[in-house]
């Protein structure tokens, strides 16, 4: 008469012991691993930096502002001003596409957007969460420059996002603006670079402007 084994708990052979450690290790770099992907898979660095979205009309920054000249401030009037760097309104663009290549093809969306009142619609590049604040004329006052956070705008024909604009990389700004600090003359030459090393500028521009940016959570989140 057959033995009822079906009560019985199975139990891994010995020499399966051996490779308990190596499970148990290929588990642990698994997680770790898994937790690494998310980690920089999620972060802003990853989701965002180089982020350049088809524009309505293709306007280079290069030609416009690094062959050109034209001073950020005449597209983006507000910046000084006001928590906003504007977008310019279509009689900006007219001022000069009025005679300068006013049968392009290109500036079709212009012309258009002129004749009907309807403005262009420009996808915004850096885009803060709704519950993020973010001054602009508090920076540019102080003598933050444009590249600190929007990079070579000059030299870009598509912008792209060439920061992070994470809630770290702010802070990291905050508790160390020395570096991103230029006398405020020079806030809108992308190109400026220091006559000297840029801590040592940075530190004296500091003192001077008595600049102690909070890192209190109210700063940003109001």
Request: aromatic share 10%.
């Amino acid at each position: 008469m057959a033995r009822d084994t079906s009560d019985k708990v199975f139990v891994f052979p010995r020499w399966t012991w051996v490779l308990r450690p190596g499970f148990a290790a290929a588990v642990a770099g698994g997680l770790a691993y898994a937790a690494l992907v998310v980690w920089l898979g999620f972060s802003p660095r990853a989701t965002d930096v180089g982020y350049a979205p088809e524009q309505p009309v293709p306007y280079s920054h290069a030609l416009h502002v690094g062959q050109l000249g034209i001073d950020c401030r005449y597209c983006h009037n507000t910046v000084e001003t006001a928590a906003h760097a504007a977008v310019p309104p279509t009689q900006t663009c007219m001022n000069c596409h009025a005679a300068i290549r006013k049968e392009s093809e290109k500036l079709i969306p212009v012309r258009s957007s002129f004749a009907t009142g309807m403005p262009i619609g420009w996808v915004r590049v850096h885009d803060l969460p709704d519950y993020v604040y973010f001054n602009h004329s508090a920076h540019v006052r102080r003598g933050v420059g444009c590249v600190s956070c929007h990079g070579r705008i000059d030299s870009m024909d598509v912008v792209y996002q060439a920061e992070p604009l994470s809630m770290g990389w702010c802070l990291d700004c905050h508790r160390n603006p020395e570096r991103h600090l230029r006398p405020v003359e020079f806030v809108f030459e992308l190109d400026w670079v220091p006559a000297e090393d840029q801590l040592a500028l940075g530190r004296r521009l500091r003192e001077a402007g008595d600049i102690n940016p909070p890192v209190d959570c109210n700063t940003c989140h109001r």
